[in-house]
């Protein structure tokens, strides 16, 4: 397993945050994150979500925050053992990020016995959703809030009555295909056939057999990216004409790259942040603003470094409601402070804690891969 640590630190010209000031006079805050850095293609989310944490950290918290990384190599047991080590470490990491495995280290108990807050990252999961816990925050939605809105924009605002699904064959996929049936229900609808696939392999050969023959107006993918890309083409060779709409596991960019413009073109997908083109938006300016200049320009049309900048820039802000001018600033603080404070404006994107709500962004969108590649909202 290996460790980096980032520790932000020389320049001067941005105005330390004024409740974290005696803070830092004990020494900086320390934020641990386990994150796959290795490890395949876990590893490149990994990687472009640490990018999101430490840039922000970096430009907005500079010497205010020990930023230290832990490689799980996208292993739950190598989570778990990456957790317990940043709580062991001197100083000790106050706040903790998950990138993967997020369930594992929920089953371990780790944050209601350590009383540190757990931000998990790139999922949007009822199973570590419920049953509700006290330290952990969600700053996306969930994918059973995605799906409700996808059942609202189809059958609601556009009049489809034939639904179908392709669903991963675990706890994941089992939970969103009864969530897109509860919604069809309150609407007098059900699925016109719904076809697993084994997460293990996804292959989607067995299930685009079943799908690609039934009367369906639109087929909700309730699956990774690689399942719900290999199925976009899969589909679109075997001439399918329904609606495909995916939930925001399905990256836009990468289904571009790997499926080509025209194959993509016309597939939906909901996004639980929002545009990064839309600059006009305060926090999206300063996610471009803050990427160019750190140098990674590159970046700032990546939804996983926009979102781990967004999560971080939640703890910052909850560090500094936290600090209020003591020295002390430790997890529970955060978590308390967390809790109590009705609304956070991040800057045009908000979270709310408040009274045991654990979900704290609803925003969903439904986007459209245009001609030219590009996700529309």
Same mark, same amino acid.
């Given at each position: 397993?290996?460790?980096?640590?980032?520790?932000?630190?020389?320049?001067?010209?941005?105005?330390?945050?004024?409740?974290?000031?005696?803070?830092?006079?004990?020494?900086?805050?320390?934020?641990?994150?386990?994150?796959?850095?290795?490890?395949?293609?876990?590893?490149?989310?990994?990687?472009?979500?640490?990018?999101?944490?430490?840039?922000?950290?970096?430009?907005?918290?500079?010497?205010?925050?020990?930023?230290?990384?832990?490689?799980?190599?996208?292993?739950?047991?190598?989570?778990?053992?990456?957790?317990?080590?940043?709580?062991?470490?001197?100083?000790?990491?106050?706040?903790?990020?998950?990138?993967?495995?997020?369930?594992?280290?929920?089953?371990?108990?780790?944050?209601?016995?350590?009383?540190?807050?757990?931000?998990?990252?790139?999922?949007?999961?009822?199973?570590?959703?419920?049953?509700?816990?006290?330290?952990?925050?969600?700053?996306?939605?969930?994918?059973?809030?995605?799906?409700?809105?996808?059942?609202?924009?189809?059958?609601?605002?556009?009049?489809?009555?034939?639904?179908?699904? !392709?669903?991963?064959?675990?706890?994941?996929?089992?939970?969103?295909?009864?969530?897109?049936?509860?919604?069809?229900?309150?609407?007098?609808?059900?699925?016109?056939?719904?076809?697993?696939?084994?997460?293990?392999?996804?292959?989607?050969?067995?299930?685009?057999?079943?799908?690609?023959?039934?009367?369906?107006?639109?087929?909700?993918? @309730?699956?990774?990216?690689?399942?719900?890309?290999?199925?976009?083409?899969?589909?679109?060779?075997?001439?399918?004409?329904?609606? !495909?709409?995916?939930?925001?596991?399905?990256?836009?960019?990468?289904?571009?790259?790997?499926?080509?413009?025209?194959?993509?073109?016309?597939?939906?997908?909901?996004? @639980?942040?929002?545009?990064?083109?839309?600059?006009?938006?305060?926090? @999206?300016?300063?996610?471009?603003?803050?990427?160019?200049?750190?140098?990674?320009?590159?970046?700032?049309?990546? !939804?996983?470094?926009?979102?781990?900048?967004?999560?971080?820039?939640?703890?910052?802000?909850?560090?500094?409601?936290?600090?209020?001018?003591?020295?002390?600033?430790?997890?529970?603080? !955060?978590?308390?402070?967390?809790?109590?404070?009705?609304?956070?404006?991040?800057?045009?994107?908000?979270?709310?804690?408040?009274?045991?709500?654990?979900?704290?962004?609803?925003?969903?969108?439904?986007?459209?891969?245009?001609?030219?590649?590009?996700?529309?909202?």
């Amino acid at each position: 397993m290996h460790r980096r640590v980032f520790t932000q630190g020389l320049a001067a010209s941005l105005t330390l945050p004024w409740a974290l000031r005696a803070a830092q006079a004990a020494g900086p805050v320390t934020v641990g994150m386990v994150v796959p850095l290795t490890g395949g293609t876990a590893a490149e989310v990994g990687k472009q979500v640490a990018l999101g944490v430490e840039t922000y950290f970096a430009e907005v918290h500079r010497g205010d925050v020990r930023l230290m990384l832990e490689d799980d190599e996208f292993k739950p047991e190598k989570t778990v053992a990456g957790a317990r080590k940043l709580l062991a470490a001197k100083p000790a990491a106050l706040i903790s990020f998950a990138t993967s495995n997020t369930q594992a280290l929920i089953e371990a108990r780790i944050p209601q016995e350590s009383g540190v807050p757990l931000f998990p990252t790139r999922s949007g999961s009822q199973v570590i959703r419920e049953p509700v816990n006290p330290f952990v925050f969600h700053v996306r939605a969930g994918y059973s809030t995605e799906i409700v809105k996808i059942v609202a924009q189809m059958a609601g605002a556009i009049g489809i009555t034939k639904f179908a699904a !392709l669903y991963q064959d675990d706890a994941y996929g089992k939970t969103g295909l009864a969530a897109l049936q509860a919604a069809l229900e309150q609407r007098k609808l059900k699925l016109v056939a719904s076809a697993p696939y084994d997460r293990t392999t996804s292959d989607i050969q067995p299930a685009l057999g079943t799908l690609r023959g039934v009367d369906a107006q639109v087929i909700v993918m @309730v699956a990774g990216h690689k399942a719900a890309s290999a199925f976009v083409q899969a589909y679109g060779s075997a001439g399918g004409h329904a609606q !495909l709409v995916g939930i925001s596991d399905l990256d836009p960019a990468k289904l571009v790259q790997e499926v080509g413009a025209e194959r993509a073109r016309g597939v939906s997908l909901t996004q @639980v942040f929002p545009s990064l083109s839309s600059q006009s938006i305060p926090v @999206v300016r300063e996610f471009h603003q803050l990427m160019v200049a750190a140098k990674k320009p590159e970046s700032v049309s990546s !939804l996983a470094t926009f979102e781990g900048f967004l999560v971080a820039k939640a703890i910052g802000q909850g560090l500094k409601a936290a600090g209020g001018g003591s020295a002390a600033v430790d997890g529970r603080a !955060l978590a308390d402070v967390l809790n109590r404070t009705p609304r956070w404006d991040l800057g045009g994107f908000d979270l709310s804690f408040q009274n045991g709500r654990r979900e704290g962004s609803l925003f969903t969108e439904i986007a459209i891969i245009d001609s030219s590649g590009r996700a529309r909202y």
